[in-house]
């Protein structure tokens, strides 16, 4: 039995590598795989929070950067904590907020104490310490926090991947001691980072097993590496990530990305991609992605896919999309935001359901022949 009060992990199938389980939480159960909606600001791009749900997601994740830049944690808490702040009931994850100040290399100073960087919004000078980090994150009452961490790109020398490790580390001792102030029932991950150095990577994941998260993920990728290089990471880490806690691969979103990193053992994706291209005119569907800005869907009155469980996918015709995409008209990335994000929540459902009849393998084939028909030209 789950307990309902309290942040917990069940292991309930596996498919060689591949696992079917399921976290409890304060807000309620995940069940994994699962694909978490990126809502950065509070907020998941062009899609309200009744159809994020309606879209099959049981949690989501929220960022320690944006929002304590704007509105700012101690606003969102005194408003009732973030829950209440975006109207969403389930689960949230939040992220420290280390990738996000990745991308200010030249407005960022990073010591062994905090990163200090410049505000995008106005300028000012602002510190986050993996003790912030983690404030901020009780502050806003995320059901799974992270650990803060030093994000860098790749490729890098080895003694620069060596040094953002170590120093990744030692924030994680210090995000640990800083969660034990936390309220009870809530869960801290923490992050292992190596970049593609396999000895890093494992040196860095069984520390982080010594020092004890409620769950692990895997960072650092994501960041212009081949497809190759963050399989080889993922191979070389999850043999070592406990078998008893959820694995969690930070912010790889490609369906066929999916496929391969649940095929080696991962439980738990975000990634902005559904969004993002749904508001860039693109599809993501069961035939493989269909570009709805092509003429070819002009005058194509067929439905996305008609067997979609999403309304909008079997409601309105390529024809009309492809009129909003072309006229520009938000309704269109609206929707195409909201049937991308069905189509993930659509795969993690089949893929669960495949590991628990111990057929994943099957599933994954006929899933990527299934992409081939692609998009096809217009009846």
Avoid at 89 to 102: A, E, H, K, N, Y
Avoid at 138 to 156: N, Y
Avoid at 341 to 353: E, H
Wanted: proline share 6%; aromatic share 6%.
């Amino acid at each position: 039995m789950t307990t309902p009060n309290a942040f917990s992990f069940r292991l309930l199938a596996t498919d060689g590598a591949a696992r079917q389980g399921e976290i409890a939480t304060l807000h309620g159960v995940v069940h994994t795989p699962a694909f978490m909606p990126v809502g950065t600001q509070a907020t998941v791009k062009g899609v309200a929070p009744d159809d994020v749900r309606r879209t099959g997601a049981e949690i989501v994740l929220a960022n320690t950067y944006h929002l304590m830049l704007r509105p700012g944690a101690e606003r969102i808490a005194a408003l009732g904590g973030l829950h209440k702040f975006m109207n969403w009931p389930g689960p949230i994850l939040t992220d420290s907020g280390g990738f996000q100040v990745m991308s200010l290399s030249g407005l960022r100073k990073v010591d062994e104490n905090a990163v200090t960087f410049r505000s995008h919004i106005d300028g000012a000078m602002v510190e986050l310490s993996p003790e912030r980090a983690i404030e901020i994150q009780s502050m806003l009452g995320a059901d799974i926090a992270m650990q803060l961490d030093e994000c860098i790109e790749l490729p890098k020398p080895r003694a620069e991947l060596d040094r953002a490790m170590q120093l990744s580390l030692r924030w994680a001792e210090r995000s640990k001691r800083a969660f034990e102030r936390v309220p009870a029932g809530r869960a801290l991950f923490g992050i292992v980072q190596g970049g593609d150095d396999r000895d890093l990577r494992n040196e860095s994941a069984r520390a982080l097993i010594n020092i004890g998260f409620d769950g692990y993920a895997i960072g650092g990728l994501a960041v212009g590496e081949p497809q190759d290089v963050m399989l080889k990471v993922i191979d070389d880490v999850a043999p070592v990530l406990p078998k008893t806690l959820p694995r969690y691969l930070m912010g790889i979103g490609k369906p066929e990305d999916l496929l391969e990193a649940v095929a080696r053992g991962m439980d738990m994706f975000d990634c902005v991609l559904p969004t993002r291209n749904g508001r860039h005119g693109t599809a993501f569907s069961r035939f493989g992605p269909i570009n709805l800005t092509n003429a070819r869907h002009a005058a194509d009155p067929r439905p996305l896919d008609e067997e979609s469980p999403y309304p909008a996918a079997h409601n309105f015709s390529r024809a009309y999309l492809h009129h909003l995409v072309r006229a520009n008209e938000m309704l269109g990335a609206m929707l195409l935001s909201a049937i991308n994000l069905s189509y993930y929540q659509c795969l993690m459902a089949g893929i669960r359901t495949a590991i628990g009849e111990g057929r994943f393998a099957d599933f994954s084939t006929k899933t990527r022949e299934g992409w081939k028909t692609g998009d096809l030209p217009a009846l």
